[in-house]
């Protein structure tokens, strides 16, 4: 079984975000977050090492992880693609995103591709609605205006191992007329 | 009223690099911090009276006077006192805040320290949702540089004013911008709203007087500040005056996020700003200010002013300014089963008629919209909204109902049609 543990300068962090708040348990937001960025995920094992790690009963921690749909409970892609499909995103074609990389990879939503490469998920609002239809990769970067070339360009360059580009958000002004 | 045509961006100008801390200073940042701090007149009592005759209004939804909030706080006892700054932005439709993180942080930052210096507060917790995580980055890039110049921290700007900040990480949970859930997350617990009273200034994070205010709200801080109370209620509508950020999404030209005064008229900002819908088409229904403001049809917008007299007159609400236009081909019975299906997703189960009535209203819109309602699921829907509205801790319940209720109102030769196809028809 794997063993999780923070080492000695992870541990010296969290003292400092310890000390940002009034007490301990205030941390277990942040610290599930830097497990997460370590392990890929908090299942059960990670959110004990959390737990000890904060003095805290591990049922509560549970019940934080459990909480928040971002905390990965279990193993997931190493890219998680996360299609919006909420209000502005639904009315400006992302569920024919959402479907066109279903295809693409050949799963559903809530699901990861046999060799682990990706997971798909249906979300709620990112807001991000004026550049519908929109994703996020892996609680990262996000992906505006996506149509089926845009979808197969990102795809090749996850494939790729790399992360697609920041995309400024468009500053907008009327067009004087 | 001056003409939008000539207005220029406040809270987003178009100046390069605004977001770097040097060009910030360059074009006046952190003088008003530096006023309030330095001038013997600028009290806290008169920095809270100044934005109370403001009458800025909460950008967050409830669209509540700032300074008046400000006031409710208790006087100093000596024991600690917080802001935390509401950056969860999860409403649907909702887009606006990020444009701060990424364009003018500091103009943010010195907001939240003028309003930190009127209400004596020791630390500003900066809640911001998790999927933000690029703009987290930004947002802790501008505070870290703030500290390094001696804005944040002890003895600000050589004054005795000592003030702490800090970004707090959401994790995917819409209720948690609702203001008691947010001080529960950032307690390290599940995001479960508390029942009022106590009010936060009462009995806020860790027990203590706390104020809780949006993003762009406290953004507004340091223009009124620097220009007075009467400069910022002569910007845009009476009742609810200042410079508005407009997220505009759904079926126009160009959407985004636009800076204006308020009141615009909503077919201005479709047609001149936007660019008009897309492919000349008729608009069937606007959403003023986010999922849970009722949609408005859209032959029922000439006049129709984004604030919030002329909002509640025409029958909806001014929300976050979130705007969501839809053509004439949206699929209302569609858009509502996917609107009702985001806040029973959300819905954080504490009370009964929220955490059922939601499940109800999207299994019963579900039903209609796969065409096997019948007519009387109508006013089943309607019956839910009335078990929902006004029963709960929150109000993300009522923000559940009203979409419902409102669209089944002003679209129900829709619904009706959907449910007259059905095979269960009895009217
Ligand atoms: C369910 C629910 C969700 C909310 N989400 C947000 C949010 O994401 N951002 C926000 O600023 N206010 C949100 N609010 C409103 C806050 O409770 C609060 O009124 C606001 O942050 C106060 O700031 P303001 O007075 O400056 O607007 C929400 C309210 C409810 C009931
Ligand atoms: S109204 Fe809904 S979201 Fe609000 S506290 Fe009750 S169950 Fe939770
Ligand atoms: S609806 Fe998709 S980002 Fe808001």
């Not at chain 1, 992906?143 to 197969?152: C, F, G, M, Q, S």
């Not at chain 2, 660019?275 to 029922?300: C, E, H, N, Q």
Request: hydrophobic share 35%; aromatic share 10%; glycine share 10%.
């Amino acid at each position: 079984m794997e063993k999780f543990e923070f080492n000695k300068a992870e541990r010296d962090h969290i003292e400092k975000i310890i000390a940002r708040y009034p007490d301990s348990q205030s941390a277990v937001m942040p610290v599930l977050w830097m497990a997460q960025e370590k392990f890929g995920h908090v299942e059960p094992d990670v959110q004990k090492l959390v737990a000890k790690t904060l003095d805290l009963p591990e049922a509560h921690v549970y019940g934080v992880a459990s909480f928040y749909t971002q905390y990965y409970k279990e193993k997931m892609g190493k890219y998680v693609l996360d299609v919006c499909t909420c209000l502005s995103c639904q009315v400006c074609g992302g569920y024919d995103m959402l479907h066109y990389i279903e295809e693409k990879l050949g799963i559903k939503a809530g699901e990861t591709t046999e060799d682990g490469m990706f997971s798909i998920q249906s979300v709620e609002c990112l807001g991000a609605c004026g550049y519908a239809p929109m994703m996020q990769i892996t609680n990262d970067i996000y992906v505006n205006h996506l149509d089926k070339a845009k979808v197969d360009k990102v795809i090749e360059t996850l494939k790729q191992g790399k992360m697609p580009e920041f995309e400024p958000i468009p500053m907008r002004v009327a067009e004087k007329s | 009223m001056q003409d939008w045509r000539t207005y220029e961006p406040l809270l987003i100008p178009s100046i390069k690099d605004l977001h770097k801390i040097d060009v910030y200073e360059k074009n006046g940042g952190y003088q008003q911090l530096k006023k309030v701090l330095s001038d013997k007149e600028q009290t806290p009592e008169a920095v809270t009276n100044t934005v109370k005759n403001a009458n800025l209004r909460g950008r967050g939804g409830a669209g509540f006077n700032a300074g008046l909030k400000w006031s409710f706080m208790p006087k100093p006892d000596g024991g600690p006192r917080y802001i935390a700054a509401n950056g969860d932005e999860s409403e649907p439709g909702t887009f606006k805040d990020r444009m701060i993180f990424e364009y003018n942080p500091h103009l943010f930052i010195e907001g939240a320290l003028i309003a930190a210096y009127a209400m004596s507060i020791d630390a500003v917790y900066v809640y911001i949702r998790g999927e933000y995580r690029s703009w987290i980055t930004m947002m802790q890039k501008a505070i870290d540089d703030a500290y390094a110049k001696g804005y944040i921290g002890k003895g600000i700007m050589g004054s005795k004013m000592n003030c702490e900040m800090y970004v707090h990480m959401g994790a995917g949970a819409y209720i948690c911008g609702e203001e008691s859930s947010l001080m529960e997350s950032l307690e390290g617990k599940r995001g479960y709203p508390r029942v009022k009273p106590p009010f936060p200034a009462q009995k806020g994070l860790w027990g203590r007087p706390t104020t809780i205010n949006n993003i762009e709200t406290l953004a507004n801080v340091p223009l009124i500040i620097k220009n007075g109370s009467e400069w910022f209620t002569s910007i845009g509508a009476k009742g609810h005056p200042g410079p508005v950020l407009y997220g505009i999404s759904g079926h126009v030209n160009r959407p985004g996020v636009y800076e204006y005064p308020s009141g615009m008229l909503i077919t201005e900002l479709i047609n001149d700003v936007c660019g008009g819908v897309r492919g000349g088409k008729k608009i069937k229904a606007v959403i003023p200010g986010g999922s849970s403001t009722p949609p408005l049809r859209g032959d029922s917008l000439d006049g129709v002013r984004m604030d919030a007299d002329s909002l509640r007159d025409a029958g909806s609400m001014m929300g976050t300014a979130g705007m969501v236009i839809l053509d004439e081909d949206t699929d209302m019975v569609d858009l509502v089963w996917r609107i009702s299906h985001f806040y029973h997703h959300e819905s954080c189960g504490q009370c009964t008629p929220c955490r059922d009535g939601t499940g109800w209203l999207e299994k019963t819109l579900l039903k209609i919209k796969n065409g096997e309602g019948e007519i009387r699921d109508l006013e089943l829907l309607l019956d839910i909204c009335f078990q929902m509205e006004g029963r709960t801790i929150c109000a993300l319940a009522d923000a559940a109902a009203w979409p419902v209720r409102y669209s089944v109102a002003r679209f129900r030769d829709e619904f009706e049609a959907r449910c007259k196809k059905s095979i269960y028809a009895v009217a």
